[in-house]
Nanobody, 115 residues
């Protein structure tokens, strides 16, 4: 069984920063990609950022230059540093990993950007 435990969400003012973390545990042989998605009320879940096992990153256009994804393979952990946050980025943020033949989702962490 694989578990993803997310942390770091919360309330932040517009222009502020948050750092999300997601630690994977359980029967994991190797993790391919690790990433973050988000889902705002009434909207579809969308990709925010992803990082491969080799360190290649990909970002949604809307977050380029403000968000940074990174991973610690020794800890099976992925991070998302979010800077200059905007109110429209209020959403539940989900961690996502892929391993050979399967994928896993975290339970989600709420990020609220409001004054």
């Amino acid at each position: 069984q694989v578990q993803l435990v997310e942390s770091g969400g919360g309330l932040v003012q517009p222009g502020g920063s948050l750092r999300l973390s997601c630690a994977a545990s359980g029967s994991i042989r190797s993790i391919s990609s690790m990433g973050w998605f988000r889902q705002a009320p009434g909207k579809q879940r969308e990709l925010v950022a992803v990082i491969t096992s080799g360190g290649t990153t990909n970002y949604a256009d809307s977050v380029k230059g403000r968000f940074t994804i990174s991973r610690d393979n020794a800890k099976s952990t992925v991070y998302l540093q979010m800077n200059s946050l905007k109110p429209e980025e209020t959403a539940v943020y989900y961690c996502h990993i892929t391993v050979p033949f399967r994928e896993y989702w975290g339970q989600g962490t709420q990020v609220t950007v409001s004054s």
